[in-house]
């Protein structure tokens, strides 16, 4: 895997003065980051989020997903243990890359559902890989995770390439009137573990 590390700077943020490590996937050229706070080299597990890029949710307030209150959400939370790891990760769309996840929006538009705008549009319905985390995560040396996610494929995802996972942390945050059909369809057709009954009660 061509995933190498570059630089590493500060960045503060209303939640802590983070640490950036900027890396560069060789294959594709895409630009990944990883935040970190505290000591996330000693071995014990580092609470975490691995994070897909989405452009409209994280920095345009886009309510049509969840994603841009999880990834404040995740970052409050490594904030108040002071110590955790959140990758940024540059596959917009679930991997199909921005203006294809404008497509798609268009025909969610004209009535489908998240899965089937992918299908319509000749796209799996997540064409994600997680493999680039585990050069990142060896850099950081981060050997186990208390995950936040919904996800179990990135849970199966992560196992698979021999990373523990201690814990898996929900992050169910962000639900409005305009996303509500797209997370349910995120439970009834890709498995993600939304609803009440996967509710953590000491979530942050
Ligand atoms: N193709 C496509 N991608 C989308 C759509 N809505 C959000 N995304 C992308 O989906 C990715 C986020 O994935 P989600 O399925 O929302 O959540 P997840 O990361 O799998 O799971 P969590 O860890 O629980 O957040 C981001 O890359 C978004 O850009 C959509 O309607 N179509
Ligand atoms: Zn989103």
């Keep these: 895997m061509a995933v190498v590390f570059v630089a590493a700077s500060k960045l503060p943020t209303p939640f802590a003065e983070f640490t ?5 996937d060789e294959e ?19 609470l975490g989020r691995l994070h897909s890029e989405c452009l409209t949710g994280d920095a345009l307030f886009s309510q049509r997903c969840d994603c841009g209150a999880q990834l404040e959400a995740a970052l409050h939370a490594i904030a108040a243990e002071g110590r955790g790891v959140l990758l940024y990760l540059r596959q917009e769309g679930r991997g199909i890359g921005l203006l294809n996840k404008i497509r798609a ?13 992918n299908e319509q549009l000749g796209f799996a319905a997540d064409l994600r890989d997680y493999s680039i985390c585990k050069p990142m995560l060896d850099h950081l040396g981060i050997h186990s995770l208390r995950l936040m996610t919904n996800n179990p494929r990135k849970v199966n995802a992560v196992q698979g390439f021999g990373v523990v996972v201690s814990e898996r942390k929900p992050l169910q ?10 997370l349910a369809t995120k439970a009834n057709k890709l498995g993600h573990w939304l609803g009440r009954e996967h509710q953590d ?3 942050d």
Excluded at 32 to 40: E, F, I, R
């Design 28 to 46: 594709t050229g895409k630009e990944h980051v990883a935040l970190t706070l505290g000591d996330v080299a000693d071995g014990e597990p580092v």
């Design 105 to 117: 929006y268009q025909l969610q538009d004209g009535g489908a559902d998240t899965v089937e705008a």
């Design 173 to 182: 945050v962000g639900e409005n009137s305009h996303n509500r059909l797209y």
């Design 201 to 203: 009660e000491h979530h």
């Design 20 to 24: 950036m490590h900027g890396f560069l």
